[in-house]
Nanobody, 122 residues
Framework: QVQLVESGGGLVQPGGSLRLSCAAS????????MGWYRQAPGKQRELVAR???????NYTGSVKGRFTISRDNAKNAMYLQMNSLKPEDTAVYYC????????????????WGPGTQVTVSS
């Protein structure tokens, strides 16, 4: 199977920065798209940013120019650099990956991490 684990969340003041990391492990053959999602209290989970295996990126409008998504295919890892954080960025942030796994990569699945809390508050 495949496991995703996020790290790097915490409490930060408005205008501050955080860097989230997502580490994928298990019987991974290859990873296609990866993405960061977030869910604020009382709201639905929403896309923050996604990146393909080839490096094509898209961001939701509210984070463009402030957040940067990247990945390290050799390490099966993904990152989210978050700058100029605002209180409305407060949410649980989730890592998502579309993975081929198992022998010869014959199995595929959509996997999620347990999430990491980001709180932006003075």
């Amino acid at each position: 199977q495949v496991q995703l684990v996020e790290s790097g969340g915490g409490l930060v003041q408005p205008g501050g920065s955080l860097r989230l990391s997502c580490a994928a492990s298990g019987s991974i053959f290859s990873i296609n798209d990866m993405g960061w999602y977030r869910q604020a209290p009382g709201k639905q989970r929403e896309l923050v940013a996604r990146i393909t295996s080839g490096g094509i990126i898209n961001y939701t409008g509210s984070v463009k120019g402030r957040f940067t998504i990247s990945r390290d295919n050799a390490k099966n890892a993904m990152y989210l650099q978050m700058n100029s954080l605002k209180p409305e960025d407060t949410a649980v942030y989730y890592c998502n990956a579309d993975v081929y796994y198992g022998n010869y990569g014959l199995r595929s699945g959509d996997f999620w991490g347990p999430g990491t809390q980001v709180t932006v508050s003075s």
